[in-house]
């Protein structure tokens, strides 16, 4: 499934390779693993399974025609791969896994409902949450410590300019000469943030009548529903 290379992912470094004489194809072959996602964490696994799939199938050879076509680096796939398998060990040992092959695709089962991996992201990377306003020409980010920032250029969010949530949650945050920016984020909604962010605060809204206030993180995050 999806989260143990993402995990694999954000505890050592991205596969994508950057050069800079061929950014624009670099950012276009990563944009084809997202796919429409806007989210870079998806993006590294399709890239990894693309990897896993010609290692598996033609070998070598097509292991490394697909990471210089499509601008990955073979070493840190590799890595992430011996990284999946030790997380694999990590959660037998914990009693959260089975030995059998069996118990691994039960496991599985939802892996591809991209709903559930966001959620699941939300659970591991919260409170790292960025809003995201939509904008004619660039939408509008920022964060509860730092105020505006922006999505890192790498970043499958970088150009885009319309969201269907307005909540990214990230890893990583850079600073530069310019601004401070997101490295890597996934598009994430209301729904997950509620139920797999942190502590709620629910009051009575400012609007009266039936609706009432669910804040978390001191009022940065707050939606308003009815209390039914």
Request: hydrophobic share 40%.
């Amino acid at each position: 499934g999806p989260i143990l290379p993402i995990a694999a992912a954000l505890a050592h470094r991205s596969p994508f390779v950057m050069p800079l004489d061929k950014k624009e194809l670099a950012d276009e072959s990563k944009a084809r693993f997202a796919d429409g996602s806007c989210s870079d964490h998806l993006a590294v696994y399709e890239a990894y399974e693309a990897w896993r799939r010609a290692r598996r199938d033609g070998g070598p050879q097509a292991e490394d025609r697909l990471c210089w076509q499509r601008f990955l680096n073979k070493s840190v796939l590799r890595l992430l791969s011996d990284m999946r398998g030790q997380f694999v060990d990590l959660l037998r040992d914990a009693g959260f896994l089975g030995d059998g092959h069996r118990d691994m695709e039960a496991v599985d089962r939802y892996s591809n409902e991209q709903c559930l991996v966001r959620a699941v992201l939300v659970a591991g990377l919260f409170p790292k949450v960025a809003a995201v306003q939509n904008g004619k020409r660039k939408a509008k980010w920022h964060t509860r410590d730092d105020g505006k920032v922006s999505a890192h250029p790498s970043s499958v969010n970088g150009f885009e300019t319309q969201f269907e949530y307005q909540w990214m949650i990230y890893n990583e945050k850079v600073a530069s000469a310019t601004g401070i920016y997101i490295r890597d984020s996934t598009s994430v909604s209301d729904l997950a943030l509620l139920l797999f962010g942190g502590a709620t605060t629910v009051q009575a809204s400012e609007r009266g009548g039936d609706q009432q206030q669910i804040s978390m993180l001191d009022k940065y995050i707050s939606f308003t529903a009815s209390r039914r």
